[in-house]
DNA sequence: TCAATAGGTAGGTATTTGCCTAAGTATCTT
DNA sequence: AAGATACTTAGGCAAATACCTACCTATTGA
């Protein structure tokens, strides 16, 4: 339907959303110690092989990992800088935060300066 | 089906999948300004009030808002300390990899110790 | 008290996700 | 060249998502 989201448009979407899955995390996690072929990647996991590819490409699409294939064997590697670009997202939230607590931080002592 | 993964039981994914969300993130963005009421977070919205609504059911079940109802007017406000977790589990990475940067760059360091 | 206001429920639809099996297609390896 | 290896593609199914409209239920203010 026209009304309806369409899938995924934006980098943030399909970041957080390849973020949003324990078996996406857990390759994430791996490749933070180097990069790897798809199989060692799959080895861990108590799936199917092609439900494990699928896995990999939306972490491909988000632009968290790439892959490059060479003869048979396909390596995946971390790409952080979009993690990096996630993680700005949620900072600068989290800093909008800390600023109002510091604003009261000050107001209170001020409060106790004038006491 | 038992095989399939059963919906978001964790924190985690519950998390990012609430950030896997243009509208959501718009909110957060709107509670890092202040606490606010159901409507008023939902009048930029182009959407009806029932699929707003879940969307803040989604975020308040991520725990990354809290909301309480006083008289007809709902108050949300946002958790930073989810976002804070959030953010923490993808630092850890970011981390990870900038060690084998560093210890890439100190092996660098040290060839050029040598020369 | 009656109507406007603020929010909530019920129930329905299209799309996306996450998983599977079965059957390819390229590379090695022997 | 034949079999093993490492993916890949195709197609299918159930559950979750993201919307919607049509009511309903409390408050509050005139």
New interface residues.
Partial sequence: MANQKQA?T?R??????A????TR?AV??RL???ETSVSDLAAPFDMALPSFLQHLRVLETAGLITTAKQGRVRTCR?E?GR??E??R???Q??A???Q?LDRLGTLLDRKGDTQ
Wanted: proline share 3%; aromatic share 12%.
């Fill in positions: 995924l934006n943030l979407d399909q970041g957080f959303h973020l949003a899955d324990a995390r994430i996690a933070a110690e180097g971390l952080p993690l990096a996630l993680d997202w949620i900072t939230y989290e909008g935060w800390r109002r």
